[in-house]
């Protein structure tokens, strides 16, 4: 039974929970009516409008409100509170009137619910809070983390009587219900978000962290707590309270005007602020906390820019549209502002101003249709500015001093703004033009400078600046050597004074760069004092009484091959000699191509003490190889070699299609174009081969066709189509209009065998015929009329004879049944039917065709099948 009873009140629980996630937003005024009933009382009239999902019942439904009223003193409760706030208006809030130009529209609906009640409060001198709480907002906001469970809370201030003169009353200002604007993703939107004030107080508006409720939203209806109690919601990453809607949406702090780009759809929870101000200081302030609605199906076209532009680098300024891209907007009409009333129809022209200036801009997109949008801007062109800073300093213990470097030719800087990057201090900025800065700590820094000047240039300019705790000590080398006669100058840069030690053998220690002479190898240290910056260094210079070397041995190359040369040794600077066949002479290990056999030698030194050495390269000539001209043969035909070679031996490669490889003059014969390599040897000191190629081209194989043997009539002239060449010779050349053409035609009057041969410029050539029969008739078809599938006439077929076009020949069975058809000459039937050889037995026939003068000819007949 208890277990039934536990499961029955976490259901209810659960449920509760679940229907009361319908809050969209909420704000509490109040207006001043006058004194109390009793002594040092105000009576107010305290209004609560709670905005709802529209879909809102049941228990989402308070017919009472519980508004807690607390000291501002000491967040202490007020006698009587909470108090009981009843219901008193309950209306929907629709966009009856949806912009035209929005495409895929979501409804919009608020249900506003109101709660009013009279209150009496003491006068206090800091004034009162009043206070709601309920469960909960809508689930899946897109701007919180968590996003679900999350409880309201809505203040509003009420004034102290300090906060105002003597005889002076207050109402709050109420913020207007424009509410049930439709906000596209993605694209610019405003929305008004302005309150009126009766005592006609200045307004200021600004973003603001919404309030959560205590333990979340948890619980439907909550007695109020008190407001130092009430912490607030807990933001997703990349928005705030100040960016409830990212960076892209800003609040006018003057009109309370919500401007900007629409992030990615979802709903987002806003709390503006407004605060009144009287004689110059605030005197109160209160909430209105809402939840915007972005949708992400719906679009419209816009046009937007910036509210002024600049180009400091040059006349030209490259426009556009600043709301993102549509597929609704169909055109562009730019307006330049020039005296020539220059403009642009293109998306995002470019454009040269011909002077400096103030332009007004304009763009107009869908110019003359419905769904038209423009947008107006000013654009400095002042061309020449070069904004940048320098920075002297090195130790945290000691001020940075930056300095403006700005340069402009038209007009001058008129403010400056630095961020130092300290991330030690919060007040590590200036505004100055050559300010300075001592860093807490030492580390990299990342300076932020921006600039502008009166004509409308502005520069952001990063520079990263390094913050050492020592003063930097740059020193011109950390190790050298030297010759004990030698006198050599040690380097150090920096901002301080210098002090050298040991004080052996040393000319000028005080000095950054002073002069040593020592025999012994010693080392020297730098100290450096930068206003009291200490930093030190070292610098070891090794000292030898002559200097080591050895060089490369002597070596033969084969001529026009790259020799490396090599010395070794402690020498600081090297030096050979026949520099003009060096890659650099001064270096320790050169590449050498002699032209012919020579001497190097190389000097190694160590300031005045030197040494050298010689390096005889000898030069070998290559062995000769010459495999003989590229050559051409036909097809199926071979090539003689004809090579020529200084050497000892040689080899051929490839060796399969030569007649003998170990005989310099081989005969090749490829089968298809080959590169036949020569390779030659010698034993008279160059190590490496003499090779040359020779590419036998072998023509492709000629297939000469004459065409088909045919059969023409008397009178009928007949046109050749032979192939397998470009070129083609047809002999006898009789009766032939050409006999060398692949087309000519012939008129016969007798049988006639024809030879073509096709063959090409490099002398390649092949042979075909075509015999030629000539029937004494006119033009017809024969036909035979018996034909034996298993014998020697194993094809039923028409013979043609003066027919230009074979229209069809078509065989049927006995039963009408059609076995065969073909319109192709040469093609008949094989006496099959379904793969099976027909019986023995007569056939029907029928043939039509056209002859070569265009008479149009049919036949019929029968033909017996024999098996």
Same mark, same amino acid.
């Given at each position: ?579 003009? $066949? +060096? ?5 320790? #290990? /050169? @590449? &050498?191509? %002699?032209?012919?056999? =020579?001497? *190097?030698?190389? !000097? ?52 399969? $299609? +030569? ?5 310099? #003059? /081989? @005969? &090749?014969? %490829?089968?298809?174009? =080959?590169? *036949?390599?020569? !390779? ?53 050349? +009789? ?133």
């Amino acid at each position: 039974m208890k277990k039934l009873i536990l499961i029955t009140c976490l259901t209810i629980l659960w449920v509760q929970n679940i229907l009361a996630r319908h809050i969209k937003g909420g704000e509490i005024s109040y207006e001043y009516v006058g004194p109390g009933s009793t002594p040092n009382t105000d009576r107010y009239i305290i209004t609560l409008r709670l905005f709802l999902e529209c879909n809102a019942s049941g228990q989402q439904l308070d017919e009472m409100a519980n508004i807690g009223i607390f000291r501002k003193s000491d967040n202490q409760s007020i006698a009587g509170s909470p108090f009981n706030f009843p219901l008193v208006g309950d209306e929907f809030i629709n966009i009856r009137q949806p912009n035209p130009c929005i495409v895929n529209p979501s409804p919009v609906c608020y249900r506003l619910r109101t709660y009013v009640s009279s209150v009496e409060l003491p006068r206090d001198p800091v004034g009162h809070t009043a206070v709601f709480q309920r469960c909960c907002r809508i689930e899946n906001l897109t701007n919180l983390s968590p996003n679900n469970n999350i409880g309201s809370s809505y203040t509003s201030n009420i004034h102290g009587i300090d906060a105002i003169l003597p005889g002076e009353h207050n109402s709050s200002p109420s913020f207007a219900i424009k509410d049930t604007v439709l906000i596209c993703q993605n694209r610019p939107f405003e929305l008004d978000f302005g309150a009126v004030d009766p005592d006609r107080d200045s307004l200021s508006y600004e973003f603001i962290e919404a309030f959560n409720a205590p333990g979340g939203g948890g619980g439907g209806i909550l007695n109020p707590v008190p407001p130092g109690s009430i912490q607030f919601v807990s933001y997703a990453t990349g928005f705030s309270g100040r960016e409830p809607l990212g960076k892209g949406v800003t609040i006018n702090s003057s009109t309370g005007l919500i401007a900007g780009i629409a992030p990615r759809g979802g709903d987002y929870v806003m709390s503006v602020i407004v605060r009144e101000w009287r004689h110059g200081k605030m005197i109160s302030d209160h909430r209105k906390d809402f939840n915007i609605k972005v949708d992400e199906r719906c679009d419209l076209a816009a046009a937007l820019l910036k509210p002024s532009y600049s180009t400091c680098d040059d006349f030209t300024f490259s426009f556009k549209n600043e709301a993102p891209a549509s597929l609704l907007i169909k055109s562009y009409t730019w307006e330049f502002g020039d005296k020539a009333g220059s403009g642009s129809t293109l998306a995002a022209p470019d454009f040269t101003y011909g002077d400096t200036g103030v332009y007004n801009i304009r763009l107009v997109i869908n110019k003359n249709e419905q769904c038209t949008d423009s947008a107006t801007s000013k654009l400095f062109v002042f061309p020449g500015f070069s904004p940048g800073f320098s920075v002297i300093g090195s130790c945290y213990q000691n001020p940075f001093i930056f300095t403006d470097t700005t340069k402009a030719k038209y007009g001058s800087v008129n403010s400056w703004s630095w961020d130092f990057g300290d991330e030690s201090a919060i007040n590590d900025t200036n505004n100055i033009g050559a300010p300075s800065w001592k860093y807490g700590v030492p580390g990299s820094k990342q300076v932020v400078f921006n600039v502008t000047t009166d004509k409308g240039c502005e520069a952001n300019i990063i520079k990263v600046v390094e913050v050492r705790n020592k003063p930097l000590v740059d020193l011109a080398f950390r190790d050298t050597l030297i010759c004990s006669i030698d006198t050599l100058r040690l380097g150090a840069r920096g901002a301080g004074i210098f002090n050298w030690s040991p004080g052996y053998n040393i000319i000028n220690p005080a000095d950054a760069n002073p002069l040593v002479y020592p025999k012994t190898s010693t080392w020297y240290y730098v100290n450096m004092n930068e206003n009291g910056c200490v930093n030190s260094d070292s610098v070891r210079v090794r000292v030898v009484d002559g200097v080591t070397l050895t060089a490369t041995p002597d070596s033969t190359i084969c001529l026009t091959d790259p020799a490396q040369l090599n010395a070794s040794g402690d020498g600081l600077k090297y030096s050979w000699t026949q520099g003009a $066949t +060096l890659n650099n002479p001064l270096i320790r #290990n /050169p @590449i &050498a191509k %002699p032209i012919v056999s =020579t001497l *190097y030698t190389v !000097t190694a030194s160590i300031g005045k003490c030197s040494a050298t050495k010689n390096v005889n390269i000898r030069t070998v000539p290559y062995p000769f190889a010459n495999a003989g001209k590229d050559t051409t043969i036909c097809f199926d035909d071979t090539a003689q070699l004809h090579s020529s070679m200084i050497g000892n031996r040689f080899v051929w490669t490839p060796v399969n $299609t +030569l007649s003998n490889s170990t005989n310099p #003059n /081989p @005969i &090749a014969f %490829p089968r298809r174009s =080959t590169v *036949y390599t020569l !390779t030659v040897f010698d034993n008279i000191g160059c190590p490496k081969p003499g090779v040359d190629d020779i590419l036998v081209s072998v023509k492709e194989k000629i297939n000469a066709f004459a065409g088909n043997d045919t059969s023409i009539v008397i009178g009928q002239p007949l046109q050749l189509s032979g192939s397998g060449s470009e070129l083609i010779e047809w002999t006898p050349s +009789l009766y032939l209009n050409r006999s060398n053409v692949a087309g000519p035609v012939v008129q016969l009057n007798e049988n006639m065998t024809y030879v073509m041969r096709a063959f090409t410029e490099e002398g390649c050539s092949a042979l075909d015929t075509i015999n030629i029969k000539v029937f004494k008739s006119g033009p017809d078809i024969f036909v035979p009329n018996a034909f034996t599938p298993t014998g020697r006439n194993r094809i039923f077929r028409p013979i043609p004879v003066g027919i230009r076009q074979l229209k069809y020949f078509r065989v049927f069975n006995r039963y009408g049944q059609l076995v065969f058809e073909t319109s192709e000459v040469g093609k008949g039937w094989d006496g099959m039917l379904g793969g099976k050889l027909q019986q023995s037995g007569t056939f029907v026939w029928m043939v039509s065709g056209v002859d070569y003068t265009g008479k149009a000819m049919q036949k019929r007949g029968t033909a017996m099948l024999i098996r």
